[in-house]
């Protein structure tokens, strides 16, 4: 059993900041890309930022310069520092990862995409 569970979010006036954590828990046995979706009503959900399976960043082009993606392999967890939030930023933050988790007697494994249950971001004066 694998959970990702987000937490930081919350309510944050235009120009402020927020840090997203995300952190993967269960019989994992590795982590490939793991980052940062989010989705605003009526909208579909949309990379934010990632940690590729090589291990590089990609960003959404509306949050470059302003989010950074940083991740602590050894606690399984990856962060979302968002700087100078504009209402548009405004959303249900999803963290998801590709984990290879442990079967059974650990003998064998399995690898998954696993989503997080989401954390609302909501940027408003």
């Known amino acids: 059993q694998v959970r990702l569970v987000e937490s930081g979010g919350g309510l944050v006036q235009p120009g402020g900041s927020l840090r997203l954590s995300c952190a993967a828990s269960g019989s994992i046995s590795s982590i490939g890309a793991m980052g940062w979706y989010r989705q605003a009503p009526g909208n579909e959900r949309e990379l934010v930022a990632t940690?590729?399976?090589?291990?590089?960043?990609d960003y959404a082009d509306s949050v470059k310069g302003r989010f950074a993606i940083s991740r602590d392999i050894a606690k399984n967890s990856v962060y979302l520092q968002m700087t100078n939030l504009k209402p548009e930023d405004t959303a249900v933050y999803f963290c998801k990862a590709r984990i290879t988790f442990y079967l059974g007697s650990r003998l064998h494994t399995d690898s998954r995409v696993h989503w997080g249950q989401g954390t609302q971001v909501t940027v408003s004066s």
């Open positions: 940690f590729t399976s090589a291990g590089t960043t």
